[in-house]
T-cell receptor, first 115, second 115 residues
Framework: DQQVKQNSPSLSVQEGRISILNCDYTNSMFDYFLWYKKYPAEGPTFLISISSIKDKNEDGRFTVFLNKSAKHLSLHIVPSQPGDSAVYFCAASASSGGSNYKLTFGKGTLLTVNP | GAGVSQSPSNKVTEKGKDVELRCDPISGHTALYWYRQSLGQGLEFLIYFQGNSAPDKSGLPSDRFSAERTGGSVSTLTIQRTQQEDSAVYLC?????????????FGSGTRLTVV
């Protein structure tokens, strides 16, 4: 039973345009959400996060939006650059329940930014 | 070291053989995690170590899997009598805090292929 879902396995955008990556979750205990970026043959690297007390967090070209009522979050990249081409993983954690150290990941979305 | 180091980077083994995967976390990081990514899947939690506390082994898929962490630093993940379904990328991560909110630092992984 997948608690974090990334329904788009891949996304292709033109350089300079906006990339929007989506993520849905089912576990209402999740209260912290993270995005990781992964290049081939490398480990995932932390990109940006958001707490459930916020609905938006911005860091440079990257913005994460959280819609708690819809259990949905999205990562916006503006403007997209060819170096952004990677697999993006959405992850979630629950601060209560005794497992606040555990991240639950989605399957990832492969973003390709075309020059 | 500067990052999380995993060895070997690639391992091909025959079905039925035992394998050992090694992880050197970032110096001073008390929390250490093992995840795996099977083909087309997200990252799956395997085990968590935090200081001298009893590890959370709840993610280990079978009793053929075991892990230890010696001296609060290096960790080894052992898979006995490997099966083809064990083929995956095994990722180790460490963090300086027990809370997942702050993100982990992942190693580059060990790609295990069971033939």
């Amino acid at each position: 039973d997948q608690q974090v879902k990334q329904n788009s396995p891949s996304l292709s955008v033109q350089e300079g345009r906006i990339s929007i990556l989506n993520c849905d979750y089912t576990n209402s205990m999740f209260d912290y959400f993270l995005w990781y970026k992964k290049y081939p043959a490398e480990g995932p690297t932390f990109l940006i996060s958001i707490s459930s007390i916020k609905d938006k967090n911005e860091d440079g070209r990257f913005t994460v939006f959280l819609n708690k009522s819809a259990k949905h979050l999205s990562l916006h990249i503006v403007p997209s650059q060819p170096g952004d081409s990677a697999v993006y993983f959405c992850a979630a954690s629950a601060s209560s329940g005794g497992s606040n150290y555990k991240l639950t990941f989605g399957k990832g979305t492969l973003l390709t930014v075309n020059p | 070291g500067a990052g999380v180091s995993q060895s070997p980077s690639n391992k091909v083994t025959e079905k039925g053989k035992d394998v050992e995967l090694r992880c050197d976390p970032i110096s001073g990081h008390t929390a250490l995690y093992w995840y795996r990514q099977s083909l087309g899947q997200g990252l799956e939690f395997l085990i968590y170590f935090q200081g001298n506390s009893a590890p959370d082994k709840s993610g280990l898929p079978s009793d053929r899997f075991s892990a230890e962490r010696t001296g609060g630093s290096v960790s080894t993940l052992t898979i006995q009598r490997t099966q083809q379904e064990d083929s995956a990328v095994y990722l180790c991560a460490s963090s300086g805090t027990s809370r997942a909110n702050y993100g982990y630092t992942f190693g580059s992984g060990t790609r295990l292929t069971v033939v």
